[in-house]
């Protein structure tokens, strides 16, 4: 279902606790996938969509998923990367953003997305580029399941949040050579890689579904004060076993 968004003072207020948040994370070493996922859920609280997600271009200018609000999201993402059309992939050859504002009327469009993305209860999307100097590394991904352009106010809020992400990735200070930028982009890559690992083992330990298994990585994570990729790891190279982070309060020293 749709979330409302926030109206009048709480929308204020709640827009500048997501921006704080977001700035606080920008520290040293800061979690790429982590920054990112917590943005997707900010779009969801503060323009009352669906779902979102982010895509990145990798080392070789393809598109891969970094981070979703959700599972369902994630699928619909990967479906989109592997039909290789869709609002996100125009977005992101363009550099402008693609509003499908509803879904059934775009199938002569997007032949093969439209289906799935209909089949799976959305009806229109929302894609802004994450942009840098004219350069687009990725896109923001806005999913409702209802039909409707975003309103001028969201549109101005999913652009901000866009360049939240950008500046996120790519710290001015950290960027100074084109090499920087790439091992930038493929390092929040292969931290994806990892993470969707560790779900796995997560999912397969403890009976859950990708969704749970995420949500309890992060919590561990946030307990622990550690960064989602440093879990991730130590549970895809078996350093932390499944068990520790599955119960709460338990913590494993190796």
């Not at 990112?36 to 969801?44: F, G, P, R």
Request: glycine share 8%.
């Amino acid at each position: 279902m749709n979330n409302a968004p926030p109206s009048g003072a709480r929308r204020e207020s709640d827009l500048v606790g997501a921006f704080v948040q977001m700035a606080d994370t920008l520290v040293d070493d800061y979690d790429v996938p982590e920054v990112l996922h917590q943005l997707a859920t900010h779009c969801v609280n503060l323009i009352g969509i669906s779902a979102a997600g982010l895509l990145l271009s990798d080392q070789r200018g393809s598109l891969q998923l970094v981070a979703s609000s959700n599972e369902r999201t994630r699928l619909l993402e990967l479906f989109q990367l592997q039909a290789d059309e869709g609002p996100c992939i125009e977005s992101f050859r363009t550099g402008d953003t693609v509003t499908a504002a509803d879904l059934s009327t775009t199938t002569d469009r997007w032949p093969v997305f439209t289906p799935q993305a209909l089949e799976q209860g959305f009806l229109a999307v929302h894609a802004v580029p994450l942009r840098l100097r004219g350069n687009v590394i990725g896109t923001l991904n806005l999913f409702n399941q209802r039909p409707g352009a975003l309103s001028a106010e969201d549109a101005k809020v999913a652009r901000a949040l866009a360049d939240i992400a950008t500046i996120g990735i790519l710290q001015e200070r950290t960027i100074r050579h084109g090499e920087v930028l790439t091992e930038q982009l493929q390092g929040a890559l292969n931290s994806r890689i990892t993470i969707e690992q560790a779900k796995g083992l997560l999912a397969h330990a403890g009976g859950l579904d990708m969704e749970q298994a995420f949500q309890a990585l992060r919590r561990f994570a946030r307990a622990q004060h550690t960064g989602l990729s440093d879990i991730a790891h130590r549970l895809a190279s078996g350093q932390l076993p499944p068990g520790s982070v599955l119960k709460p309060g338990r913590v494993d020293s190796t």
